[in-house]
């Protein structure tokens, strides 16, 4: 890119040097900063940059400030969209990740809004547990001055949806703001709320600022797109290979698939997912049919959208996951007694255990009712992606994409269920065509410099990104030092990559592995056992500078291995309970802890 005439090249290579790699919110703190420098010279005619804090407290009462919380990119996504279209309109807007917004600023805002997604079961996501924890404490100031609005994103087959959005709306409301429109909770169909919500909100904010002196800048661009591919708009990619890479006596079947991204213009770093529209089994959608006694072929109109009702259920509903939402509407039209006192009991235990062990069809079948096609249509929640960590470089790849895929199918009752996304994908076919796109995850990234050390913990198929760094790693030169932590099962069968690693170990790619079958032996051993046998040593590198990451299954894995690095930090470094959550906390915040959990 030439440099414009006005600007010196020198300078300008400057300029290209400070901005590369830098995430949205810093480029647009940036665009705000050199606003103020030109109006600080203009005013007073000297050289010299105003102080930051003189940029933020001047800006503090006439802008709108965008808080994001994301797990796996959709709220980013949300955020950054109301923050260009709030630029666009003129409006000053700063839009800070929530580990990164500093909390003592908060107590100056005048116009909040938050988006925030929920993990698990109404917990935040990673890069906001402290900011969830400071406005949750005695530390959060009164907000009298304070108008806000939250917008949650979440997954209705869990029993506390949006609970933590939930949370931060009611802290908000009791630290005495404003609630300047209520609370959305999206589900996976994410725009049927999020969209009206931005609109709402866009208008709220362009009447709140409308008094408010013209902003010295508005916000760029964010990620200007040099492809049209997107998750509304994915790109039909060939699949390459499907190869099952456990053995015959595995109880598992993960599979590794590569797929082409040849003429698709797609670039994805390690660390990033790859989003796969699925299709669901026309076995399922011909079962529910059956069981409804309902014509396949029976136009429905939804949403200004007719389709014939087979064609909605096979590509635009959910059939395997069932919701709170879905489980009401049945208990309404099955009248039934057992289901009413199921989502009228206090027991949120039994609840999830209901609806995390039973499909649609499941319940349609046990309480049988009346249903409507259009009342179908509209009850099921609509299809949305799935999102897989990336298990490739594209350094060392090239125009290709691999993904490391457990396939999911169980026995209910005696009849077999599967995942959708799962059975779709290994049902593919050499050849054929896939629609996928890319989700960026930037707080689950490789260290900038080289010469850190990495510790990646990845059991089962966790173990995908974590391939994609070391190739990485390997391709680049990286001097840095590379310690993998693997578990599964069995070491003769479920040992995924096994001849990738100890090549790996031979070419000096990776420095040390560490295995824990958990089945190979009368007590069970998993990878925080592993953890702790090596803790000296695990200590030492993470207090030597290593950055430490965590990928795959969030209920109880995620949650092991970090009371195991709490129990390191008390053993190895001395610390007591408060500094050690305190010393893993220090960890996250810079960016040497990072967890891709689901």
Avoid at 152 to 162: K, V
Avoid at 501 to 519: E, I, K, V
């Amino acid at each position: 890119m030439l440099a414009p005439s006005y600007i010196p090249e020198a300078k300008h290579k400057l300029l290209v040097e400070l901005s590369d790699g830098l995430e949205s919110n810093a480029l647009s703190w940036l665009s705000g900063y050199f606003a103020g420098v030109a109006q600080g010279r203009q005013q007073s005619g000297r050289s010299a940059p105003p102080s930051i804090v003189a940029v933020a407290d001047t800006q503090s009462a006439r802008q709108l400030t965008i808080v994001y919380g994301s797990q796996t990119g959709n709220a980013k996504r949300i955020a950054e969209s109301i923050a260009e279209r709030t630029g666009a309109l003129g409006l000053s807007t700063r839009l800070l990740r929530a580990d990164r917004y500093p909390t003592r600023e908060l107590k100056d805002e005048h116009l909040l809004y938050i988006v925030m997604s929920t993990q698990g079961e109404g917990e935040p996501p990673d890069d906001s547990l402290a900011f969830v924890e400071f406005l949750s404490s005695r530390r959060a100031p009164k907000l009298p001055q304070l108008k806000y609005a939250v917008l949650g994103l979440g997954d209705s087959s869990y029993p506390l949806f949006c609970g933590i959005a939930q949370n931060l709306d009611a802290r908000l409301a009791e630290l005495g703001a404003q609630r300047l429109h209520d609370l959305g909770t999206a589900d996976l169909d994410i725009e049927t709320v999020a969209s009206p919500w931005q609109e709402a909100t866009i208008a709220l904010a362009q009447k709140a600022l409308k008094q408010s002196e013209p902003a010295g800048a508005s916000v760029i661009p964010l990620h200007p797109k040099a492809t049209p591919v997107s998750r509304d708009q994915p790109f039909l990619a060939e699949l390459l290979l499907n190869q099952p890479i456990t053995g015959r006596d595995s109880n598992k079947d993960v599979r590794h698939l590569e797929i082409s991204l040849e003429g698709s213009q797609l670039n994805y770093q390690p660390g990033d997912a790859l989003g796969v529209w699925p299709t669901q089994s026309q076995v399922l959608v011909d079962a529910i049919l059956a069981t409804l006694n309902l014509d396949p072929d029976e136009p429905v109109e939804f949403n200004k959208v007719s389709r014939s009702l087979n064609e909605w259920l096979k590509h635009h509903r959910e059939l395997t996951q069932l919701t709170k939402p879905f489980l009401v509407a049945q208990a309404e039209l099955a009248q039934s007694d057992d289901l009413q006192a199921l989502l009228q009991a206090d027991s949120v235990e039994a609840l999830r255990d209901f609806l995390g062990t039973r499909q649609v069809i499941d319940v349609l079948k046990t309480y049988p009712a009346k249903w409507t096609a259009p009342g179908l249509v509209k009850a099921l929640r609509p299809l949305t992606p799935r999102m897989y960590s990336i298990a490739s470089s594209q350094t060392a790849v090239d125009e290709e994409v691999h993904l490391t895929l457990a396939n999911v199918e169980y026995e209910h009752q005696g009849e077999s269920r599967w995942g959708v996304a799962s059975r779709y994908l290994c049902e593919l076919d050499e050849g054929d065509k896939l629609p996928i796109f890319i989700e960026e995850n930037p707080r689950f990234r490789l260290p900038a410099d080289a010469s850190r050390d990495v510790i990646m913990i990845g059991p089962g198929t966790g173990i995908a990104p974590f391939r994609a760094f070391v190739q990485e790693r390997s391709a680049n030169g990286a001097s840095g030092r590379n310690w993998l932590f693997f578990g599964n099962p069995n070491f003769a069968s479920d040992f995924l990559y096994q001849t990738e690693w100890q090549r790996a170990l031979q070419d000096g790619d990776l420095d040390r592995l560490d295995l824990a079958f958990s089945r190979d032996q009368t007590e069970k051993i998993y990878v925080q056992h592993k953890l702790l046998e090596r803790a000296t040593d695990l200590y030492e590198w993470i207090q030597g500078g290593a950055h430490l990451y965590v990928c795959g299954d969030a209920t109880q894995m995620a949650r092991d291995v970090h009371q195991a690095l709490l129990r390191i930090a008390q053993d190895e470094g001395g610390l007591d309970e408060v500094q050690a959550k305190q010393w893993l906390d220090d960890l996250a915040a810079q960016g040497c802890y990072a967890r891709d959990v689901y």
